[in-house]
């Protein structure tokens, strides 16, 4: 009996294991089609260009540019915009906004749901070549739902260009929000970004970071935090774990969960961090 329970273990695990390797198999393959979909457009057909049917409304993690700006907003869940200056990222009522020409990666918590608008540079150059999280109040989030409803080919002179233009002017009012985790350029401070983003309840201290990952000390790093980031690393390392608990709180996770699960010793450290970068208490995110 024990026997036959332990085969049925081991079969129900290889089961398992091959079930994730093809869904990561999918999700590979349906990257490559949406990138290729996006190499072979060479031109918006509209200035202001995103039916839900038409280009890619999931989230892109394969590094990849387009010759138009980009602004990704999600209905529900949490997106995350990577760029070679900083990382992004956009709960409910923000949206991540790239420049056109710029490199940048996109992901997102389980069951988020994406509208993506492609707009011309010569449009809306308010923002010019920066990229940053905008609010989004509940007009934009309409105007956006709605003209995701448009046929590729929308009337430019008709209701569904009027439309589009006061989408782009609401737009160009929209003020920047959100916390962006701006990224270093020496590879070895990389490597331990990297790594304090994938671990942030790792607590290793400051001193054995700096030797472990750089090979100097502590104030060293610290320094170098601060030259490339505009962050010292205890302030870089505490903006790092807010945003890795935004995801958590608005997934449904206790507050408590979130702040052990991001290196915070009791909730209540936890709060004073999250009311310091983000202006609001977590219970906001939930």
């Given at each position: ?18 079930q994730?390797?093809?869904r990561?198999?999918?999700?590979k ?41 980009q ?94 233009a ?61 030259a ?43 709060i ?15």
């Amino acid at each position: 009996m024990v026997s036959l329970l332990s085969g049925k273990v081991f079969y129900k695990i290889i089961s398992l294991f091959l079930q994730e390797i093809f869904r990561q198999s999918e999700v590979k393959y349906r990257e490559t089609d949406m990138l290729e979909t996006l190499s072979a457009l060479s031109r918006l057909p509209r200035p202001l260009y995103g039916s839900e049917h038409s280009l890619p409304n999931q989230a892109i993690g394969q590094p990849h540019c387009h010759p138009w700006a980009q602004l990704s907003h999600a209905l529900r869940g949490t997106l995350r915009v990577e760029t070679e200056r900083g990382h992004f990222l956009a709960p409910p009522g923000q949206a991540a906004w790239v420049p056109a020409g710029m490199r940048h990666a996109v992901y997102c918590s389980p069951g988020t749901v994406i509208r993506s608008l492609y707009v011309v540079p010569e449009v809306l150059p308010t923002f010019g070549k920066k990229s940053c999280v905008l609010r989004i109040d509940a007009l934009l989030r309409e105007l956006i739902q709605a003209f995701s409803l448009l046929p590729e080919h929308y009337d430019v002179t008709g209701a569904d260009g009027r439309l589009a233009a006061v989408l782009i002017d609401r737009l160009a009012e929209a003020e920047e929000a959100g916390i962006i985790l701006p990224w270093p350029e020496d590879p070895r401070l990389q490597a331990l970004c990297r790594h304090l983003q994938a671990h942030p309840d790792d607590r290793t201290g400051l001193e054995a970071l700096a030797e472990h990952f750089s090979g100097v000390t502590g104030r060293t790093l610290s320094r170098w935090f601060l030259a490339q980031t505009g962050l010292n690393f205890r302030q870089w390392r505490k903006r790092c774990r807010v945003m890795a608990a935004l995801p958590l709180l608005e997934r449904g996770e206790r507050v408590t969960d979130a702040a052990l699960a991001c290196g915070y010793d009791s909730p209540s450290a936890f709060i004073a961090a999250f009311h310091e970068q983000l202006g609001a208490p977590p219970g906001a995110f939930i």
